[in-house]
């Protein structure tokens, strides 16, 4: 029992390394499935897409760039944690697609399961845009850094 009192003391005081866990894990499943897009490893995925399409290739070409781009910087700032926020924030407009445009039509009990994990990875990407990074990250060793090197400007006294 006493073994158990002291792991749970210690997971409460880290509570904010879990947090990055999540945070360098779901940047690397956006990375991936950036590469994934990118690589085009899912035969005739995107002829698919342009054929359904009721946009002109264009347009759907131009989303497709966006997509792969968001995945692969996103995931990429995601997992090293610099500019979370925003890293996160580009990310949702994807994710929101996928779930309520791309994956809407299989439903909550399809054998794919695409609609719970882009519901899952855009809950997650609101909550980094809200909490942003943390400890572990170059957010917050830079602007921490920053913040308590940087010089004071110490405002001129008023004289009368």
């Known amino acids: 029992m006493q073994q158990w009192n002291s792991a749970r003391s210690w997971i409460e005081d ?3 390394c879990w947090l990055d866990c999540v945070r360098i894990y779901l940047g690397l499943g956006l990375l991936a499935r950036g590469l994934l897009f990118m690589t085009n490893s899912q035969p005739g995925f995107i002829v698919d897409l342009l054929d359904r399409s009721t946009n002109s290739w264009i347009v759907t070409g131009a989303v497709l760039h966006y997509v792969i781009l968001a995945h692969l910087v ?4 995601l997992t090293i ?3 979370t926020r925003l890293a996160a924030l580009f990310q949702v407009p994807v994710l929101a697609g996928a779930v309520f445009i ?3 039509r299989d439903g909550l009990f399809a054998m794919g399961q695409n609609l719970e994990l882009s519901a899952l990875v855009l809950f997650l990407l609101c909550v980094f845009v809200v909490a942003g ?3 572990f990250s170059f957010d917050h060793y830079v602007f921490e850094h920053l913040r308590h090197t940087s010089p004071k400007k110490k405002l001129p006294l008023a004289t009368s």
């Open 133 to 135: 990074s943390g400890r």
């Open 14 to 16: 880290h509570r904010d």
């Open 102 to 104: 791309v994956h809407r």
């Open 74 to 77: 996103g995931g990429t700032l």
């Open 81 to 83: 944690g610099l500019f």
